[in-house]
């Protein structure tokens, strides 16, 4: 039963625009937490950033990542630009 409700919730997000509109509201504060949490541990590791720069960090790659695939130049993970530099975290 709950699996037709979770299908038949997002069938109704597709059309209504104010659950949309909550729903990103949910994902900028969550996202909003982490860049902060993430910035809190990368400041003990001595890499001192704000949690805003690390939101901006992580759309402009998402940008590129989304106009690479357009242009059919993705890479594998861990990979920028021709080489890879063997590291697989992503941000």
Known sequence: M???????????????KSLQAKLKALHVKAEAEESAAVAKVAAVAGFKFAAKEL???RKSKAKKAKLSDVTGQSQAPGCEYSYCNGSDIVF
């Not at 709950?2 to 209504?16: M, R, T, W």
């Open 2 to 16: 709950s699996a037709i409700n979770v299908k038949g919730f997002f069938e109704k997000v597709a059309s209504d």
């Open 55 to 57: 939101a901006q960090a």
